[in-house]
């Protein structure tokens, strides 16, 4: 069975958490496991269907800085970690 990751910011307004939310349960529906990784702590405005992993970083709203350096040196390692769990 194929596993596919969905990596996003957060599932917050907006096309892209839409867009997320109904292309992962759309695969979910036709087999694949899928499982979405969230890099803020966003409340998710859209919903997720059962069945997908949802992984949540550590990472605050307030906290998180989007600069390229930042994704590097920050997001970077935690969404290795996070892959290498799944």
Known sequence: ???ILFI???IAY???????SVFSGQLAKAG?????LVLRDYAS????APGI???RTHFKTDKVKVGKIDVLCRWFPEIIKSM???
């Open 1 to 3: 069975m194929k596993h």
């Open 8 to 10: 996003s910011r957060g």
């Open 14 to 20: 907006g096309g892209s958490g839409r867009c997320i």
């Open 32 to 36: 694949y496991k899928v499982s979405l």
């Open 45 to 48: 405005e859209y919903a997720i």
């Open 53 to 55: 992993n949802v992984v």
């Open 84 to 86: 290498k769990r799944l």
